[in-house]
């Protein structure tokens, strides 16, 4: 049976991962994460996509997207993913060896300005919880440290890899002490529970298209 084709009207939020299959590992140096951010920026020139947030993980990875364009979101990420994806198995030599990713991106709708700055926070403290930083603005490939430059009157675009476009809500002005303050443990298993419910719904044949589902209060992402 097919999937219903995914639905991502124009300026809605969209909390967007995806992980790696297996042991792999996504990013192995400061050049693998460079080439993904230049495959992403590429992706950006071709499709009117926002980037409100971001995070990325050796063996995974978070966004917060807009699209612009009714229906456009699937085939951004598919465009980012698939190319980034070719070119970690032409640098590790398994060209049409396997899937790099465990299935197709999961795409959570945002329903409101708390969902969005709780599903931000938790996208941005991803580090911090993996124990890979002391402070989640440590981490050089997310967009913590820019959100925090900003909510202290700084330009967002002071610190990131990458460009970020304007979040339809102010950050709070404590964001910094908020993003490393440590989340309870009701909030994280709330979120874990729901992607972990969403994952096992998936498990599946593969399809170019699929359902999109709506993603609970506290939900965001399982590490």
Not at 81 to 106: D, E, K
Not at 125 to 150: I, Q, T
Not at 203 to 221: H, S, T
Request: proline residues 5%; charged residues 25%.
């Amino acid at each position: 049976m097919s999937r219903a084709k995914r639905v991502t009207p124009a300026k809605c939020l969209f909390h967007v991962l995806n992980r790696a299959n297996g042991n792999f590992k996504l990013f192995e140096s400061e050049r693998c994460y460079r080439q993904f951010l230049a495959i992403f920026e590429e992706a950006r020139r071709r499709h009117q996509t926002q980037l409100l947030a971001y995070c990325l993980m050796p063996n995974h990875w978070h966004m917060l997207l807009s699209p612009q364009v009714d229906g456009d979101l699937s085939p951004f990420v598919k465009r980012f993913s698939f190319r980034a994806a070719r070119r970690w198995h032409y640098n590790h030599g398994t060209i049409g060896r396997g899937h790099l990713y465990q299935g197709r991106f999961r795409s959570f709708v945002i329903v409101d300005d708390a969902h969005l700055i709780t599903v931000c926070r938790y996208i941005e403290a991803n580090p911090l919880r993996a124990g890979l930083v002391v402070r989640a603005e440590d981490w050089k490939w997310s967009s913590a440290g820019a959100h925090m430059s900003a909510s202290e009157g700084g330009s967002p675009r002071a610190r990131g890899a990458l460009r970020l476009d304007a979040l339809p809500v102010s950050l709070p002005a404590d964001w910094r002490a908020f993003v490393n303050a440590p989340t309870s443990a009701t909030e994280t298993e709330g979120i874990r529970d729901a992607i972990r419910g969403e994952r096992a719904a998936r498990l599946r044949p593969r399809a170019d298209e699929d359902g999109d589902q709506a993603e609970p209060m506290l939900a965001a992402d399982d590490g």
